[in-house]
């Protein structure tokens, strides 16, 4: 990668980033009991929690960092965290 | 994945309330947007050469300039005809806007720049290794104002950075907090309606510096709320307008207090009830001052954002 | 090359008249250079403005230590200040007072014409504001610029108006020293 | 092209207005204020269609010619000592963004002690900061040095900030002939910043991004072949600047009477016209003595310098600022410019004109003159001994 004038970034490219590395729990969406209220795709930091369906909601595994604020957040308790092999 | 303006691959820490809330900034405003950054944790997580998590065009310069390159940002593009191009939206930490950014942020407000300036409240210089700012809260522990055998931490008072910025005829004024993203986005949305300089303080707690569980980011965001600590309002032309009401009675400050490790040496120690006594009645002040306490007590409570 | 050295107080025109003088040579053709003394001089206190006249480019920018002209504005700088240092053997001092050049009493080697410029000045403009007639005065006594690079100056310097005015000022001071001569 | 009597301040100003910024920035310092003042009156009459940002610092002024520029705009900003190192964070930010802002920099000296008169002190301090440093020799030059300024800046070879010293008072506010430049002609020879880069919507890029270890070293590297590379810009636009308007005050270096001279004085800014005058004073008595002036300090320009003083058997280098603990910055430089030359001539260093000291001719000559008493040591000239004892 060429250094351009002193070092312009280019946008949106820290998609590139693998912070799913940082994890040590794991969500699991437990699609049973979602409202489909969205508060776990909000608060996510990452913004990594995203709807498949308008009830059932997953997590893009390449960015969750394992913080466990979708699972908190859940009005529902339809989120747990549990721990990751690896 | 849903469409962001600031995205994922950053490198904030779990939990990062700051990350949450930049993105919820940006997500609000859209893409026609110039954004500034002062030096601080957000631009390090989210600008590490050669990549960017901003989708919208960012200039990050220094610690103390955020509020002077927006300025000239908005300058170039009246000079140029270009302000329908992009609304400008000048970026801070506590630090670098209420103290070492101050300067060039009152310079800001006092020429009238059309900027909303975005200043994330997470209470201490987190990028250096949790040091006191100037919007430190009272007692609070950091590596500059340790508790000690003979301190209980943070000496001083938060900087009041809205009553600064309404002595400068700032029209558009309101605090906020993560722990209501919809009104984050909707105070965002709203004082970029308006012409001229905005200031809005978001809070946005710092799992590592606070010392707090990062699963529990909102929780704990949203006590500082419910306790009066940090009292959520707009202000329009030198005038509070609204306020975010509290469930009553509030909460007692020790729930909030409790959660977070900058806090612990008050409740270890002999003397820290006196202690916690001043910071009830720092928000027993707060919730008489705004009026924070709402009339019927459930009907906030179970209000969901 | 004609150096000249202006002396007066903060707030009387002095550096005005160094542009002026240096102005009307320019206009008059020939190579100029003012500047007033640098600093920080505020209302009343001396200043020192230097103009060089040359007939090519001029390169020096030291101060001027040899004037051939010294030009008073303030005469109370006679007592307090080394005004007349270093003036050139058969040079010329002009002072703004009423006094004659021998009630003055200055043991020069030199020629001392003296101007009641502050009288010449209500005259022209109402207001005693002396430097634009102690100009028309240095002209007729130096020959070093003319009445009518000084009018060029003015014009460059003022509105149409005033420079009309200051104009009669200056030729008041011009014709005082003729008069005077004859 | 009109020729005027008008003061640096002005003169300046009005090239600045055929620049045709789109933003300027300033705050008021003595001896740069009547300059800002100028342009401020400009935009304030309608000649020249400019956001004029009243800014509450230097540190400011440079950050808002920074966002002006970083936006695609044309900046220019004021300003002199104090105001100057207020403003150094930003201006290695400038130049590391790679941003073509044009400021003036009246010289003068720095504090403490608290000193408004002029020597090179204050951007002689910032000579590491990544700028292009032009010095002007009289108003004239001053003044056309701005148009340059804004080629050399903005030329797609170099995107660096550049620096036209001028000193203060001297220049600043005496009053000489000038010739100044129609608008018509300004644009011919300085068409309008087009950068490739900027920030809008429409390519929404990152500036300013954090560099580690990684490449860090890589930007600082390719700055660095920027402004070495800006010697040829600076060279080109100033013979196209002949070119055009027919006056040519040297590009990187000029010289004076250094044809055959034993004796060579090398120095920049105003005090190379008094040189000039004691120059041709000496030569009358036949002391073979030339003068190198150096109007490009950086990037340094090292070969030229060297070609210029290869023959000489003398160098005396006049410095109007100095390396506390080092010596004259001049006289140093040199010296390391001239380390690989065989039978260099020898280099003493002499410090003058501190914070408004007066350089005579006579300090001139007395410098040629008395060469042969003084040891090697970089010495200050015409020091008051009384005050030291």
Redesign the interface.
Known sequence: ?K?????????????????GT?RNYIPVFLQKTCTG?T?C????????V?SVEKKKFTF?A??C?????C???C?VDDIE?VMEEK | ??K?L???????C????E??GA?LVVDAAGPNIITTDATGCLEVF??R??????????IHSLFENSAAVASGVEAALKAMGRQGEAKVIAQGGDGGTADIGLQCLSGMFERGHDILYVCYDNEAYMNTGVQRSGLTPYDSDTRTSPSGKVSWGNRYLKKDMPAIAAAHGVPYIATAS?AY??DVQSKVKKALSITGPKYVQVHVPCPLGWKS???????VAKLAVETGLYPIFEMENGVVTKVRKIPRPAKPVTEYLKLQGRFAHLFKKGGGEAEVKKIQQIADENIKKYGLLSEAAEKVAVE?? | MIEIRIHGRGGQGIVTSGELIGFAAFSDGKYAQAYPSFGSERMGSPVTTYVRIDDRPIRTRTLIYNPDFIIIQDSTLLATEPVLDGLKPKGLVLVNTKKSADALGLDLNSRVLTIPAAELAMEALGRPIVNTTILGAFAAASGAISLEGIRSALEHRFTKELAEKNLKAATKGYNFVKEKKQ | MARTFTEGSKAVAETVKLCRPNVIAAYPITPQTHISEELAQMVANGELKAEYVTVESEFAAASVVLGASATGARTYTATSSQGLLLMTEVLFNIS???LPVVMTCANRAVSSPINIWNDQQDSISVRDAGWVQLYAEDIQEASDLHLQAFRIAEHPEV?LPVMVCMDGFILTHAYEPVDLIEQKEADAFLPPYQPQ?YLTPK???????M?GPE?YM??RC??DRALWGSARIVEEVAKEFKKRFGRFQGALVDTYCIEGAEIVLVAMGSVISTIKEAIDLLRKEGVKVGLLKVRCFRPFPREAIKEALVGAREVLAIDRAFSPGSGGVLATEIRAALQDVKKAPEIKGHIVGLGGREISVETIINIVKDRKAVGREDRFVDLKEALLK
């Open positions: 990668m250094v351009i004038l002193g070092g312009l970034a280019q946008p949106a490219t820290s998609l590139a980033n693998n912070t940082w209220c508060i795709a909000i608060v996510c930091p990452e913004g990594c995203y893009d390449k960015y960092k394992g913080c466990g604020m699972a908190a957040e009005p965290m | 994945m849903e962001h600031f995205l994922a691959g950053h490198t904030a779990y939990g990062c309330g990350a949450l993105r989210s600008s050469w050669p990549q960017s998590a901003w989708a919208v065009p960012f993560v993203p919809k569980d990062p699963a529990l980011t909102i929780k969901k954002e | 590391g963004m790679r995107l880069y390519n929404p890029i990152t500036f300013g991004a560099m490449s890589e930007a390719q700055l």
